[in-house]
């Protein structure tokens, strides 16, 4: 046994662990199966040891009772000549097999299984990865520091029956308390005029990002509300929706961000994640410089990317956009499936390329990003929300729907209103695909307006 822990000790600096599990959930799940495997093996292992430790029982219980025979008369018991020829026996082969016995490594198998093991066990990078993804969800969340230690995290059934918010008052309901508490001595005493705070809308981007995040922040007024429908939708009395039109929610007025509901059924997900998992690779943005792919710590996801040409699912995914949208897929971006790891989340950011990035798409050929399309693949039991800080809108994830939010006015000028972010995922599994469209291919279908912010 000490052998094996040395042995393991010596192995730990060596892994050949491939890096950045923690930014896939999805791919994480491959390490319980992988440690499971390694339980099992140790299981053998222990085995085997007690196995060979139940022979050498019953060799010393043998010799045991040989022994206290022998030594009440060792004269009498020599002179015996087969008592003398068997401990001739014992002591010249008999104790050689025992040594050989004690001496055997049952732990080589476990050791093989292990070595071959660890080249897919996480690295310094993951176990870093993964302490830093809770002190952001720590801070993102207001949880206190014995909250996440305790891992006193919210219940999942909880948060789906309660809307993805409850829990918050929970994990705050001492500190509220407290705050009370203290608000109520101070009432007794003479006070003097407090200053205004300061407007949501005037907060720091990063403060509203963790508001909404939270639930918290700018609410839309009556007015605004009332403006807000839901719908059925023919995709302009699209043959293919006429029958059964597609469900549209409206989230948000300006910019306007739409709903679709049961917009893509669980068998096709299913397709989707297949396919994607193989390929997934940790999600990269383009430095706006050297215009290189690089790996970011704002950026805590796998992506990989979907062909129409390869499977009909993501075909028919494809113009389904299309038919709904109206705006031509054949010069968007393939489908980009992403699953989020521990914390995952994707700070503030455009979808579009500013005037200042005028090279962001130039191999493409086919301009500037108009709009997004973001399906939701998966519930998530609680955190990541879809937020647009400038606007104050949050969209919460909800399997089977997906959102639709034009990047640019009709007159080519970019939204800066789509500002937007994925919050850290707090528990949960998260997986979306999201479909970029382009301007070229548009030019009749969403045709230039003479205002430029419209």
């Not at 050949?16 to 053998?44: N, R, W, Y």
């Not at 992506?303 to 038919?323: C, F, H, K, T």
């Not at 990003?369 to 998530?380: C, E, G, K, N, P």
């Not at 994925?422 to 307006?449: D, I, M």
Request: hydrophobic fraction near 35%; charge should be neutral; proline fraction near 5%.
């Amino acid at each position: 046994m000490i052998q094996c822990i040395l042995f393991v000790g010596i192995l730990l600096p060596q892994s050949l662990a491939h890096p950045g599990f923690f930014t896939s959930i999805g791919q994480m799940t491959d390490l319980i199966h992988t440690e499971k495997d390694l339980v099992t093996s140790l299981k053998d292992y222990i085995k085997a040891e007690e196995d060979k430790l139940e022979q050498i029982k019953k060799w010393a219980e043998k010799l045991d009772r040989l022994t206290s025979t022998a030594t009440k008369d060792p004269e009498g018991f020599v002179g015996h000549p087969v008592n003398a020829f068997k401990l001739m026996k014992r002591l010249n082969t008999e104790w050689s097999e025992l040594e050989n016995l004690v001496l055997k490594d049952m732990s080589d198998g476990f050791i093989s299984n292990l070595t071959i093991q660890r080249q897919y066990f996480p690295n310094d990078e993951d176990q870093i990865g993964a302490a830093k993804a809770l002190l952001r969800l720590q801070d993102t969340y207001n949880l206190d520091t014995d909250t996440i230690s305790k891992g006193n995290l919210p219940d999942p059934e909880h948060q789906r029956a309660n809307g993805n918010l409850k829990y918050f008052e929970y994990i705050m309901a001492k500190e509220k308390d407290a705050n009370q508490s203290t608000s109520n001595d101070q009432s007794d005493q003479k006070t003097t005029p407090k200053k205004k705070g300061i407007a949501v809308d005037y907060l720091p981007e990063r403060q509203k990002y963790e508001m909404l995040c939270r639930g918290e922040g700018i609410k839309m007024t009556p007015r605004r509300q009332k403006k807000l429908f839901c719908r059925y939708h023919d995709g302009n009395r699209n043959p293919k929706f006429i029958l059964a039109p597609a469900k549209q929610e409206d989230e948000w007025d300006k910019p306007r961000i739409i709903r679709f509901h049961d917009i893509i059924s669980d068998a096709e997900i299913e397709i989707v994640k297949d396919l994607a998992k193989p390929r997934l690779r940790r999600a990269t943005i383009s430095n706006p410089i050297t215009g290189d792919l690089e790996t970011v710590h704002y950026r805590i996801s796998k992506s990989a990317w979907l062909s129409g040409y390869e499977n009909p699912v993501v075909s028919r995914i494809n113009m389904r956009i299309q038919d709904l949208t109206g705006l031509d897929v054949s010069t968007a971006e393939e489908l980009q499936v992403a699953n989020y790891g521990v914390g995952g989340q994707y700070e503030p950011h455009f979808d579009f390329a500013r005037k200042d990035e005028p090279d962001a798409f130039k191999e493409l050929g086919t301009g500037n990003r108009i709009a997004t399309w973001l399906f939701y693949m998966s519930d998530v039991s609680a955190g990541g929300a879809t937020v647009f800080p400038e606007v104050g809108a949050s969209v919460w994830p909800k399997k089977g729907t997906a959102v639709f939010w034009y990047n640019l006015f009709a007159s080519g000028e970019g939204d800066y209103s789509t500002r937007h972010a994925a919050c850290p995922v707090l528990v949960g599994n998260k997986w979306v695909s999201n479909k970029w469209l382009h301007e070229r291919g548009q030019e009749f279908r969403r045709p230039c307006t003479l205002s430029e912010l419209e």
